[in-house]
């Protein structure tokens, strides 16, 4: 099971990159903002109709969630925007890079604290070695921009 949701995972991890590849021409064509504004739409219709076949209908009300966890709502157009912005002029590779850099630094750092309500993972030599390669490649696509 868990090789199957890392192969998934890594799918989704190439449909950003597909994603990314499509908001720069979009966000030159129509506007960031538009192009942001037009992923969350197409994605929250999308979303709306899984729950109203797929959902329990027994599930409480998200109204009902504290409020740092409704925050990460706020992120996402951040994320968007940001991507919009920087492929046209660095690159979708580049970009993906850097957004990976942040990912797992950040991630390291919510697993070790336990932060969000998550369980403690320790941080050790491979996390550490992954956060160094991460490192690497991006100083190394840094020098073929």
């Known amino acids: 099971m868990q090789r199957l949701l890392i192969f998934t995972v890594i799918l989704a991890g190439m449909g950003l990159s597909v994603e990314a590849g499509i908001l720069g ?15 969350f739409s197409i994605g929250a219709v999308l979303t709306f109709m899984l729950m109203l076949f797929f959902a329990p209908r027994h599930s409480a009300s998200f109204f009902s969630r504290p409020a740092w966890e409704l925050s990460a709502g706020l992120l996402g157009p951040c994320y968007v925007v940001i ?12 970009t993906m890079i850097g957004v990976l850099a942040g990912q797992v630094g950040k991630s390291i750092i919510i ?18 070695v992954a956060i160094i390669a991460i490192g690497v490649a991006l100083f190394l696509m840094a020098g073929a921009n």
């Open 83 to 94: 991507l919009t912005i920087a492929i046209p002029i660095i690159g979708v590779a580049y």
């Open 111 to 128: 697993d070790h604290f336990g932060l969000l309500k998550m369980p403690k993972r320790r941080i050790d030599g491979h996390r550490v």
């Open 25 to 39: 021409p979009l966000g030159q064509n129509v506007g960031d903002l538009w192009a942001t504004f037009s992923i």
